[in-house]
Protein backbone atom coordinates (compact mmCIF):
# COMPACT_ATOMS: atom_id res chain seq x y z
CA UNK A 1 0.00 0.00 0.00
CA UNK A 2 1.68 3.30 -1.09
CA UNK A 3 0.74 6.83 0.38
CA UNK A 4 0.36 9.10 -2.16
CA UNK A 5 -0.11 12.48 0.15
CA UNK A 6 -2.38 13.91 3.04
CA UNK A 7 -4.52 16.38 3.69
CA UNK A 8 -5.15 18.22 7.25
CA UNK A 9 -8.56 17.60 8.17
CA UNK A 10 -10.29 19.69 10.19
CA UNK A 11 -11.92 19.24 13.52
CA UNK A 12 -11.12 17.16 16.40
CA UNK A 13 -11.23 13.02 16.92
CA UNK A 14 -10.85 11.00 14.45
CA UNK A 15 -12.54 10.27 11.03
CA UNK A 16 -15.17 8.34 11.98
CA UNK A 17 -17.17 8.25 8.28
CA UNK A 18 -15.95 8.58 4.56
CA UNK A 19 -18.16 8.64 1.25
CA UNK A 20 -16.67 8.93 -2.71
CA UNK A 21 -17.96 11.67 -4.74
CA UNK A 22 -18.03 11.46 -8.59
CA UNK A 23 -15.09 13.45 -9.78
CA UNK A 24 -12.66 12.67 -7.04
CA UNK A 25 -14.61 14.15 -4.51
CA UNK A 26 -14.60 12.48 -0.41
CA UNK A 27 -17.04 13.87 2.30
CA UNK A 28 -14.93 12.87 5.36
CA UNK A 29 -16.65 13.23 9.36
CA UNK A 30 -14.19 13.57 12.05
CA UNK A 31 -15.65 13.69 15.41
CA UNK A 32 -15.09 13.32 19.04
CA UNK A 33 -17.31 12.57 21.73
CA UNK A 34 -18.53 16.66 21.83
CA UNK A 35 -18.54 17.91 18.13
CA UNK A 36 -18.57 16.42 14.33
CA UNK A 37 -16.80 18.29 11.64
CA UNK A 38 -17.47 17.24 7.88
CA UNK A 39 -14.57 17.88 5.74
CA UNK A 40 -15.37 17.76 2.02
CA UNK A 41 -12.31 17.29 0.23
CA UNK A 42 -10.69 17.68 -3.26
CA UNK A 43 -8.46 14.09 -3.49
CA UNK A 44 -7.09 14.76 -6.94
CA UNK A 45 -6.02 18.30 -5.84
CA UNK A 46 -4.89 17.30 -2.85
CA UNK A 47 -6.53 20.28 -0.73
CA UNK A 48 -9.03 21.10 1.29
CA UNK A 49 -12.41 22.80 0.06
CA UNK A 50 -14.75 23.33 2.65
CA UNK A 51 -15.67 22.40 6.20
CA UNK A 52 -18.80 22.62 8.32
CA UNK A 53 -18.96 21.64 12.20
CA UNK A 54 -21.90 20.29 14.33
CA UNK A 55 -22.16 20.28 18.00
CA UNK A 56 -22.52 16.09 19.47
CA UNK A 57 -21.21 13.07 18.44
CA UNK A 58 -21.51 10.40 15.73
CA UNK A 59 -22.91 7.28 16.45
CA UNK A 60 -23.99 5.71 13.70
CA UNK A 61 -23.05 6.42 9.70
CA UNK A 62 -24.11 5.06 6.59
CA UNK A 63 -22.86 5.65 2.84
CA UNK A 64 -25.87 5.93 0.36
CA UNK A 65 -26.26 6.31 -3.32
CA UNK A 66 -25.35 10.14 -3.34
CA UNK A 67 -24.47 11.31 0.25
CA UNK A 68 -23.87 10.16 3.27
CA UNK A 69 -26.08 9.78 6.65
CA UNK A 70 -25.11 10.17 10.24
CA UNK A 71 -26.99 9.78 13.63
CA UNK A 72 -25.81 12.46 16.21
CA UNK A 73 -26.35 12.32 19.54
CA UNK A 74 -25.50 15.20 22.11
CA UNK A 75 -23.15 14.76 25.29
CA UNK A 76 -26.00 14.31 27.46
CA UNK A 77 -29.14 12.58 27.20
CA UNK A 78 -31.15 14.69 24.27
CA UNK A 79 -32.87 14.06 21.12
CA UNK A 80 -30.95 12.55 18.14
CA UNK A 81 -29.78 14.54 14.71
CA UNK A 82 -30.36 12.65 11.23
CA UNK A 83 -27.57 14.55 9.01
CA UNK A 84 -27.31 13.91 5.55
CA UNK A 85 -24.58 15.41 3.03
CA UNK A 86 -25.01 14.82 -0.82
CA UNK A 87 -22.38 14.20 -3.08
CA UNK A 88 -22.67 17.65 -4.14
CA UNK A 89 -22.06 18.93 -0.87
CA UNK A 90 -25.59 19.81 0.00
CA UNK A 91 -26.10 19.47 4.09
CA UNK A 92 -29.24 19.45 5.61
CA UNK A 93 -30.43 18.31 9.33
CA UNK A 94 -33.31 16.86 11.03
CA UNK A 95 -34.34 16.96 14.81
CA UNK A 96 -35.61 13.86 15.93
CA UNK A 97 -37.14 15.03 19.40
CA UNK A 98 -39.19 11.82 19.88
CA UNK A 99 -36.17 9.74 20.12
CA UNK A 100 -33.07 10.40 22.24
CA UNK A 101 -29.71 9.24 22.90
CA UNK A 102 -26.26 10.47 24.32
CA UNK A 103 -25.16 9.80 27.84
CA UNK A 104 -25.13 10.86 31.12
CA UNK A 105 -23.58 10.40 34.71
CA UNK A 106 -25.01 10.28 38.15
CA UNK A 107 -24.27 11.44 41.37
CA UNK A 108 -22.09 8.49 42.28
CA UNK A 109 -19.61 8.68 39.04
CA UNK A 110 -22.32 5.55 37.38
CA UNK A 111 -21.77 6.52 33.14
CA UNK A 112 -24.79 5.58 31.08
CA UNK A 113 -25.28 5.93 27.68
CA UNK A 114 -28.14 5.20 25.45
CA UNK A 115 -27.69 4.57 21.34
CA UNK A 116 -30.77 4.37 19.28
CA UNK A 117 -30.73 2.18 15.96
CA UNK A 118 -30.74 3.56 12.83
CA UNK A 119 -31.17 1.82 9.29
CA UNK A 120 -31.13 3.57 6.06
CA UNK A 121 -33.66 1.89 3.55
CA UNK A 122 -32.22 2.91 0.16
CA UNK A 123 -35.44 1.12 -1.99
CA UNK A 124 -37.66 4.42 -0.22
CA UNK A 125 -34.67 6.70 0.99
CA UNK A 126 -35.99 6.98 4.45
CA UNK A 127 -33.87 6.35 7.71
CA UNK A 128 -35.91 4.63 10.47
CA UNK A 129 -34.52 6.20 14.39
CA UNK A 130 -35.36 3.12 17.04
CA UNK A 131 -35.44 4.23 20.37
CA UNK A 132 -36.54 2.32 23.87
CA UNK A 133 -39.85 3.10 23.33
CA UNK A 134 -40.40 5.83 20.05
CA UNK A 135 -39.26 5.89 16.75
CA UNK A 136 -39.34 8.04 13.68
CA UNK A 137 -39.02 8.36 10.01
CA UNK A 138 -36.80 10.76 8.32
CA UNK A 139 -37.19 11.22 4.85
CA UNK A 140 -34.25 12.50 2.95
CA UNK A 141 -35.58 13.99 -0.04
CA UNK A 142 -37.02 16.65 1.72
CA UNK A 143 -35.89 15.89 5.58
CA UNK A 144 -39.33 15.35 7.05
CA UNK A 145 -40.15 13.56 10.11
CA UNK A 146 -42.70 11.31 10.82
CA UNK A 147 -43.30 9.74 14.10
CA UNK A 148 -43.97 6.12 13.96
CA UNK A 149 -46.84 4.37 16.16
CA UNK A 150 -45.04 1.96 18.29
CA UNK A 151 -48.15 0.35 19.52
CA UNK A 152 -48.63 -3.64 19.31
CA UNK A 153 -50.30 -2.99 16.03
CA UNK A 154 -47.48 -1.00 14.58
CA UNK A 155 -44.86 -3.21 13.37
CA UNK A 156 -42.18 -0.86 13.60
CA UNK A 157 -43.51 -1.60 17.01
CA UNK A 158 -43.02 -5.02 17.29
CA UNK A 159 -39.81 -4.72 15.58
CA UNK A 160 -38.72 -1.99 18.41
CA UNK A 161 -38.36 -4.78 21.12
CA UNK A 162 -35.21 -6.14 19.02
CA UNK A 163 -33.55 -2.87 19.17
CA UNK A 164 -33.85 -1.94 22.86
CA UNK A 165 -33.04 -4.45 25.57
CA UNK A 166 -36.89 -5.47 28.10
CA UNK A 167 -37.68 -3.55 31.16
CA UNK A 168 -37.76 -6.44 33.41
CA UNK A 169 -34.61 -7.42 32.20
CA UNK A 170 -32.30 -9.38 34.93
CA UNK A 171 -29.75 -6.92 35.54
CA UNK A 172 -29.90 -3.21 35.40
CA UNK A 173 -28.90 -1.77 32.39
CA UNK A 174 -25.96 0.76 32.14
CA UNK A 175 -25.51 1.29 28.17
CA UNK A 176 -27.74 -0.33 25.26
CA UNK A 177 -25.74 0.37 21.97
CA UNK A 178 -28.23 -0.87 18.74
CA UNK A 179 -27.06 -1.70 15.18
CA UNK A 180 -29.40 -1.91 12.10
CA UNK A 181 -28.68 -2.64 8.66
CA UNK A 182 -31.83 -2.81 5.77
CA UNK A 183 -31.29 -5.97 3.31
CA UNK A 184 -34.06 -5.78 0.84
CA UNK A 185 -37.23 -6.19 2.46
CA UNK A 186 -35.19 -7.59 5.87
CA UNK A 187 -34.10 -6.06 8.56
CA UNK A 188 -30.98 -6.94 10.34
CA UNK A 189 -29.96 -6.18 14.20
CA UNK A 190 -27.64 -6.26 16.73
CA UNK A 191 -25.62 -4.61 19.27
CA UNK A 192 -25.07 -5.00 22.61
CA UNK A 193 -25.70 -4.47 26.87
CA UNK A 194 -23.50 -3.30 29.87
CA UNK A 195 -25.02 -4.16 33.35
CA UNK A 196 -24.21 -2.47 36.39
CA UNK A 197 -23.43 -5.38 38.24
CA UNK A 198 -19.96 -5.69 39.96
CA UNK A 199 -18.15 -7.16 37.15
CA UNK A 200 -19.25 -4.59 34.78
CA UNK A 201 -20.21 -6.96 32.04
CA UNK A 202 -21.07 -5.61 28.11
CA UNK A 203 -22.75 -8.74 26.49
CA UNK A 204 -23.62 -9.55 22.98
CA UNK A 205 -27.04 -8.44 22.34
CA UNK A 206 -27.14 -11.49 19.22
CA UNK A 207 -27.72 -10.62 15.53
CA UNK A 208 -31.57 -11.15 14.51
CA UNK A 209 -33.43 -10.84 10.65
CA UNK A 210 -37.09 -9.03 10.87
CA UNK A 211 -39.36 -9.27 7.77
CA UNK A 212 -40.30 -5.88 7.57
CA UNK A 213 -43.59 -7.48 5.95
CA UNK A 214 -44.97 -8.92 8.73
CA UNK A 215 -42.72 -8.48 11.83
CA UNK A 216 -41.66 -11.60 11.58
CA UNK A 217 -38.49 -12.37 13.42
CA UNK A 218 -35.35 -15.15 13.47
CA UNK A 219 -32.56 -15.23 15.74
CA UNK A 220 -29.57 -16.17 13.62
CA UNK A 221 -27.10 -16.32 16.38
CA UNK A 222 -27.00 -15.23 19.51
CA UNK A 223 -23.74 -14.43 20.11
CA UNK A 224 -22.82 -11.60 17.52
CA UNK A 225 -22.70 -7.87 18.68
CA UNK A 226 -21.44 -6.27 15.38
CA UNK A 227 -21.89 -6.77 11.76
CA UNK A 228 -20.92 -5.06 8.56
CA UNK A 229 -23.11 -5.98 5.19
CA UNK A 230 -21.21 -6.11 2.20
CA UNK A 231 -22.71 -7.63 -0.95
CA UNK A 232 -25.39 -8.81 -0.04
CA UNK A 233 -24.33 -10.79 3.11
CA UNK A 234 -23.77 -10.35 6.80
CA UNK A 235 -19.87 -10.36 8.14
CA UNK A 236 -20.31 -10.93 11.79
CA UNK A 237 -18.65 -10.85 14.85
CA UNK A 238 -18.85 -10.37 18.45
CA UNK A 239 -16.42 -7.50 19.84
CA UNK A 240 -17.60 -7.78 23.24
CA UNK A 241 -14.92 -10.39 24.32
CA UNK A 242 -14.56 -12.91 26.58
CA UNK A 243 -11.62 -14.41 28.46
CA UNK A 244 -11.17 -18.60 28.28
CA UNK A 245 -9.81 -18.59 32.19
CA UNK A 246 -7.94 -16.40 34.42
CA UNK A 247 -4.74 -17.76 32.94
CA UNK A 248 -5.47 -17.13 29.40
CA UNK A 249 -5.74 -13.41 29.47
CA UNK A 250 -6.56 -12.75 25.67
CA UNK A 251 -10.10 -12.85 25.03
CA UNK A 252 -12.43 -15.03 22.44
CA UNK A 253 -14.53 -14.58 19.94
CA UNK A 254 -16.55 -16.13 16.59
CA UNK A 255 -14.10 -15.24 14.15
CA UNK A 256 -15.86 -13.44 11.74
CA UNK A 257 -18.97 -15.54 10.40
CA UNK A 258 -20.91 -14.82 6.76
CA UNK A 259 -24.39 -15.13 6.60
CA UNK A 260 -27.12 -14.10 3.52
CA UNK A 261 -29.99 -12.36 3.69
CA UNK A 262 -31.99 -15.67 5.11
CA UNK A 263 -29.66 -15.83 8.07
CA UNK A 264 -27.78 -19.38 6.36
CA UNK A 265 -24.36 -19.37 6.86
CA UNK A 266 -22.26 -19.27 4.19
CA UNK A 267 -18.51 -19.45 5.70
CA UNK A 268 -16.57 -18.68 8.92
CA UNK A 269 -13.37 -17.73 9.05
CA UNK A 270 -10.55 -16.91 11.90
CA UNK A 271 -12.09 -19.44 13.98
CA UNK A 272 -12.53 -18.70 18.06
CA UNK A 273 -10.61 -14.80 17.18
CA UNK A 274 -11.59 -12.28 18.92
CA UNK A 275 -12.66 -9.16 16.45
CA UNK A 276 -13.47 -5.60 17.12
CA UNK A 277 -14.14 -4.40 14.26
CA UNK A 278 -14.05 -4.86 10.13
CA UNK A 279 -13.65 -2.81 6.96
CA UNK A 280 -15.23 -4.04 3.39
CA UNK A 281 -13.57 -2.41 0.26
CA UNK A 282 -14.79 -4.17 -2.68
CA UNK A 283 -14.64 -8.15 -2.31
CA UNK A 284 -11.82 -7.64 0.69
CA UNK A 285 -12.59 -7.49 4.65
CA UNK A 286 -9.69 -5.94 6.29
CA UNK A 287 -10.50 -7.61 10.12
CA UNK A 288 -8.45 -6.06 13.33
CA UNK A 289 -8.22 -9.76 15.21
CA UNK A 290 -6.92 -10.10 18.14
CA UNK A 291 -7.06 -8.52 21.73
CA UNK A 292 -3.41 -8.29 23.24
CA UNK A 293 -1.68 -8.40 20.09
CA UNK A 294 -3.98 -7.50 17.47
CA UNK A 295 -3.61 -8.16 14.12
CA UNK A 296 -5.34 -7.43 10.47
CA UNK A 297 -6.45 -9.85 8.57
CA UNK A 298 -7.37 -9.63 5.15
CA UNK A 299 -9.86 -12.04 4.31
CA UNK A 300 -11.79 -12.71 0.83
CA UNK A 301 -15.80 -11.72 1.31
CA UNK A 302 -16.88 -14.41 -1.54
CA UNK A 303 -14.83 -17.63 0.37
CA UNK A 304 -13.71 -16.57 3.60
CA UNK A 305 -10.04 -17.29 2.86
CA UNK A 306 -7.63 -15.65 4.84
CA UNK A 307 -5.47 -13.82 1.80
CA UNK A 308 -2.54 -12.49 4.70
CA UNK A 309 -2.40 -11.39 8.32
CA UNK A 310 -0.38 -8.76 9.04
CA UNK A 311 0.95 -7.74 12.65
CA UNK A 312 -0.85 -3.74 12.94
CA UNK A 313 -4.04 -2.48 12.96
CA UNK A 314 -5.94 -1.91 10.16
CA UNK A 315 -5.86 1.71 8.64
CA UNK A 316 -8.92 3.57 7.90
CA UNK A 317 -10.35 2.60 4.47
CA UNK A 318 -12.08 4.90 2.16
CA UNK A 319 -13.37 2.22 0.19
CA UNK A 320 -14.01 2.80 -3.74
CA UNK A 321 -13.89 5.73 -5.68
CA UNK A 322 -17.26 6.41 -7.27
CA UNK A 323 -17.96 5.88 -10.62
CA UNK A 324 -15.13 2.80 -10.59
CA UNK A 325 -17.08 -0.04 -10.19
Known amino acids: MKALGGVPLEGRGWVRATKWAPGGALTAAVSDDRNITLNHVD ?22 DHGLVIASAPRSIGPITIIYVSDGWAISSAVIGNVVGGGSESESGVLTEWRPAMAVDRRTSRVAVVGESTASLVDLADMSVDDVDLGETSWLGRLMAWFVPPANAKEPIKSSVRFGHWLGTALAVTGSNSTLDPQDRITSAGL ?9 SVLVDEQVSG ?57 LAYVEAGWLKPQTAIVDVRSGRVIDLLNQYPPTLLGEVAGTG
Open 208 to 216: SLIDAANAR
Open 227 to 283: IEVASGRMLAFDHTGQRDSREEPDREGIGVIAYDEHGRELWHSLGRRYVSGLQVVGC
Open 43 to 64: VNGMTLLESESFTGELIHSEAV
